[in-house]
């Protein structure tokens, strides 16, 4: 079955802004309207959420149908094996015989491409889990697991988790300053005894209300109670510990049929998935695009100034991969006379099969994301869930699909039946505070109210998809403009933030 019979009811087209004179009409109230019209100026490919009227166990559900063609899925035989191994080797004989996973030779490969690896946080990171799965949730007994991936190529500081994680707006970090720029990819396990340090090093407990000590003590006795035995890295902790947390995010006696969490930071996948390309498939466009000269060139002028790839005016992204330092730290590289170097010239490898085999098992390269996402979601077939990553996607797969057009027509046509029609960034992690004002909730805050109850996820899909893409509006409008647009042209709208919270008042 092709993929577009997988998606038969729903169009996911991507429009020019030069074809937005006619404002479309999303919502009711015209100022909403306004920003969202301004969003898909810059970011085309959500206009099909800002439409949307599923309820999210429709949009789920169908979101996780997948069958890929014949070739995708023989490619993605080692990728799936290998990925058999990790979940073996990080669980218990007895962690595996409760999980309810279904990876075998008919599944075509899902994963989300959002989630940055850490201990479960930001509300919106966690959306995009609960958005995609929703169908799922509450269902275990017939839906089986939540299986998703989540990249370590990040620094222990990055954006959505700064160094920790966060509980009624009170910072809790879990790893020491001097670390925030080492990469979560690689770096050896940690002891998160946050509790301890709370009382003994930072001296911050006595900050903590009653009942937030008493939740920060549960977790932390969870965590505890963890085997780390099977763990060799601090990603495959983040692994197990997540695990064993998410079910707090329900409430009680709902937990015993909540489908588990399995977030495997995939990196290592990835590595070997490409060091095996590299070796066994030299006809294959991921091995030409980095040691073939004329169509490396191509790629190399096509993606230029392209988000996930590189920038060489602008002195942004890289050269195909990132270095890691002694210290485990990113180091932007290169091309020059065949070697990926470093702007200080002290971090200087051959552009060759077997150097570059020979680095990444070593773990002193990491694949940038164009890279990455060209082999595993345009070569192999993955289907990504995606957030406002999206628009880049999108418009990787248009640039792929035409750089591969002349040389690989047949993985150019592959690549272009990849489905790229989800958006999972939608605003359901919602609570209000001591002040019944609403707020988005950080998972630490989830489990401070002691989960989310049934009524909470009956409400949420007696509505439609596009209500939940109201909250991140204008932040949604200055990420498109900052990424896809004029930067000294910003609109101001009349609606606030504050605005929008109350919008969506009714949800919650």
Known sequence: MSDSKNASTHKYEIFSPFTLAIMKQFYADKNLNEVANEVIKYMPSLEAFYQSKETL??????????????????????????????????????????????????????????????????????????????????????????????????????????????LNGKKINLFPRNDKDKVVFGLPKYEFDFVNRLKTESHQWHTFTPKEQEVLEKIQSVIKNIDFSTCQYLGDQLTKINYYIWPYLFEEKLR???????????????????????????????????????????????FEGAVGAWNEDGGSGTHFFWGLDEKNEHVRLELHNNFLVSNEDDFKIELSPEVICEKLLEKKLLPCMLLKFSLIIFYMGMKPLAGYSLE?????????????????????????????DNMNLASICQGRNEHGDLKELHAFDIFYRNGFNEEYFKKLDSHPFNEFMVPPLLFAYNYGRNKYGNQDKKKEFIITEADLQKNIEKLF
């Open 392 to 420: 880049y996607l999108t418009r990787m797969k248009q640039k792929i699909v035409e750089v591969l057009k002349e040389d690989f027509p047949i993985d150019a046509k592959l690549a272009s039946l990849v489905p790229l």
């Open 57 to 166: 166990s429709e949009y789920s559900k169908r979101v996780n149908l997948y069958k890929p063609n014949k070739i995708h899925l023989e490619r993605q035989s080692r990728f799936k094996q290998k990925l058999n191994e990790k979940i073996g080797r990080l669980f218990t004989k007895q962690e595996l015989s409760d999980m309810k996973l279904n990876i075998n030779n008919e599944w075509g490969v899902i994963g989300g491409i959002v989630d940055h690896h850490g201990i479960l946080d930001h509300p919106w990171l966690l959306a995009v889990h609960l958005v995609s799965n929703f169908y799922k949730l509450l269902h275990r007994d017939t839906e089986g697991d939540i299986l998703t991936f989540a990249t370590g190529n990040v620094p222990l500081n990055e954006p959505f988790r700064r160094r920790g994680f966060l």
């Open 256 to 302: 015993g049929n909540v489908a588990r969490f399995v977030s495997i930071e995939y990196d290592d996948l990835v590595i070997d998935y490409l060091v095996y390309v590299l070796k066994n498939e030299p006809n294959s466009f991921i091995f030409k695009m980095l040691f073939n000269d004329l169509f490396r060139e191509k790629v190399l002028q096509k």
